[in-house]
């Protein structure tokens, strides 16, 4: 449908962005800006990231559950198998993992895997990101690519094809932390991006790839890795209010400050934090952790008094940036990695628009010229 902007009157869409417009109704998060809560089919985000493993929230989102201990175990040996057979795939791959970019490589890399049921659908794409990301970097190192360790669990297998060490507990009870902190959030652009190709019938790997392209998007899936060239600026946190407001001064952003949605600290950049904090006390060193906070600190209050009506503090990036480096994870991968959980709250979206079975087609407003009147 399509309706007419007045003659010569330009047209102010109502809601720009799509700003508070309900295009769907769904089971699987809840965003509270106001007071900053995070909800994920039925848990918020803080008791999720403590109490699961990404195994535990993968059945979570595509059960509606929380799994019992043979459940997870089920999840676990499937998300297995399907790191094999992606890792079987490699040499067919062709120039994918030779592409610059390592989101542009991901997404040309999961166009090779071939559709089928919904169920094998999802399990062999949330298989194969970290495998893809992996071998992509691997390639870039001029290394091998490193064949994926049926004992291992999810986290600890990805640890493991990225750096090539099989990493300690709190290593892999981190990184865990981090993929369910963001396995979902809402209707963001990329999860949008799915459910409209779910919408028109298309298959699971189809929805995936196009969402792909949408977190390719610096506007959405790009911040962490300027957070750390932020952090690297400063260097010292007795610098970090001159630096920021040079940057304010200059018309650029604070990178890692800010969210669209919460009106106070993101919820996930205090579990990612807290995480890190974890890992300084396992003995891991966390040396940009207590300069992060410093900039938090300093960025807050500046925004405060530069704008007093808007509430901009840090969002999940900020604390994912310091969180994965500590991890040893190159800022080159923090995307990949992004969507190697978020594509299990991608692939539970599918599965819930496709149950709605309805085409989403949105209306336009036409604002171009009319035909003239032959003279």
Same mark, same amino acid.
Request: hydrophobic share 45%.
């Given at each position: 449908?399509?309706?007419?902007?007045?003659?010569?009157?330009?047209?102010?869409?109502?809601?720009?962005?799509?700003?508070?417009?309900?295009?769907?109704?769904?089971?699987?998060?809840?965003?509270?800006?106001?007071?900053?809560?995070?909800?994920?089919?039925?848990?918020?985000?803080?008791?999720?990231?403590?109490?699961?493993?990404?195994?535990?929230?993968?059945?979570?989102?595509?059960?509606?559950?929380?799994?019992?201990?043979?459940?997870?175990?089920?999840?676990?040996?499937?998300?297995?198998?399907?790191?094999?057979?992606?890792?079987?795939?490699? $040499?067919? =791959?062709?120039? *994918?993992?030779?592409?610059?970019?390592?989101?542009? #490589?991901?997404? &040309? %890399?999961?166009?090779?895997? @071939?559709?089928?049921?919904?169920?094998?659908?999802?399990?062999?794409?949330?298989?194969?990101?970290?495998?893809?990301?992996?071998?992509?970097?691997?390639?870039?190192?001029?290394?091998?690519?490193?064949?994926?360790? $049926?004992? =291992?669990?999810? *986290?600890?297998?990805?640890?493991?094809?990225?750096? #090539?060490?099989? &990493? %300690?507990?709190?290593?892999? @009870?981190?990184?865990?932390?981090?993929?369910?902190?963001?396995?979902?959030?809402?209707?963001?652009?990329?999860?949008?991006?799915?459910?409209?190709?779910?919408?028109?019938?298309?298959?699971?790997?189809?929805?995936?790839?196009?969402?792909?392209? *949408?977190?390719?998007?610096?506007?959405?899936?790009?911040?962490?890795?300027?957070?750390?060239?932020?952090?690297?600026?400063?260097?010292?946190?007795?610098?970090?209010?001159?630096?920021?407001?040079?940057?304010?001064?200059?018309?650029?952003?604070?990178?890692?400050?800010?969210?669209?949605?919460?009106?106070?600290?993101?919820?996930?950049?205090?579990?990612?934090?807290?995480?890190?904090?974890?890992?300084?006390?396992?003995?891991?060193?966390?040396?940009?952790?207590?300069?992060?906070?410093?900039?938090?600190?300093?960025?807050?209050?500046?925004?405060?008094?530069?704008?007093?009506?808007?509430?901009?503090?840090?969002?999940?990036?900020?604390?994912?940036?310091?969180?994965?480096?500590?991890?040893?994870?190159?800022?080159?991968?923090?995307?990949?990695?992004?969507?190697?959980?978020?594509?299990?709250?991608?692939?539970?979206?599918?599965?819930?628009?496709?149950?709605?079975?309805?085409?989403?087609?949105?209306?336009?407003?036409?604002?171009?010229?009319?035909?003239?009147?032959?003279?």
């Amino acid at each position: 449908m399509s309706q007419v902007a007045m003659p010569g009157q330009p047209y102010a869409p109502t809601a720009s962005g799509l700003d508070d417009v309900v295009v769907a109704c769904t089971a699987l998060s809840h965003i509270d800006g106001e007071r900053g809560d995070l909800i994920v089919h039925g848990y918020s985000i803080e008791s999720l990231a403590v109490r699961g493993t990404f195994e535990d929230v993968c059945a979570l989102l595509w059960n509606r559950t929380w799994p019992s201990s043979r459940e997870a175990g089920e999840i676990r040996e499937a998300l297995t198998n399907a790191r094999l057979d992606a890792f079987e795939l490699l $040499p067919s =791959l062709g120039d *994918a993992l030779s592409a610059p970019d390592s989101m542009e #490589g991901l997404r &040309a %890399a999961i166009a090779h895997l @071939r559709s089928g049921d919904s169920l094998m659908d999802r399990m062999r794409v949330t298989g194969a990101i970290p495998v893809f990301a992996a071998a992509w970097a691997r390639r870039h190192a001029g290394q091998p690519p490193i064949p994926p360790q $049926p004992r =291992l669990s999810h *986290a600890s297998d990805t640890l493991r094809m990225l750096t #090539g060490i099989e &990493a %300690a507990p709190p290593f892999v @009870r981190a990184l865990d932390t981090y993929l369910c902190c963001v396995v979902d959030h809402g209707m963001n652009a990329s999860t949008f991006t799915a459910r409209v190709v779910a919408s028109t019938g298309a298959d699971t790997i189809s929805a995936v790839v196009a969402a792909l392209g *949408a977190l390719k998007g610096p506007l959405h899936g790009g911040a962490p890795g300027p957070v750390l060239d932020m952090l690297d600026a400063i260097g010292d946190g007795a610098r970090a209010r001159s630096w920021l407001e040079n940057e304010l001064a200059a018309g650029r952003r604070l990178m890692g400050m800010g969210h669209r949605i919460y009106h106070v600290r993101d919820p996930r950049a205090a579990v990612l934090e807290r995480a890190t904090r974890v890992l300084e006390t396992s003995g891991v060193p966390t040396a940009r952790l207590p300069l992060a906070r410093a900039i938090e600190r300093e960025a807050e209050q500046l925004l405060a008094e530069r704008y007093p009506h808007r509430q901009l503090r840090a969002n999940v990036e900020f604390y994912t940036a310091v969180l994965l480096d500590a991890l040893g994870i190159p800022r080159s991968l923090f995307t990949p990695l992004f969507a190697a959980s978020r594509v299990a709250g991608w692939c539970a979206h599918v599965d819930e628009q496709r149950a709605v079975g309805r085409l989403i087609r949105p209306a336009s407003v036409y604002a171009g010229p009319w035909p003239q009147p032959a003279s």
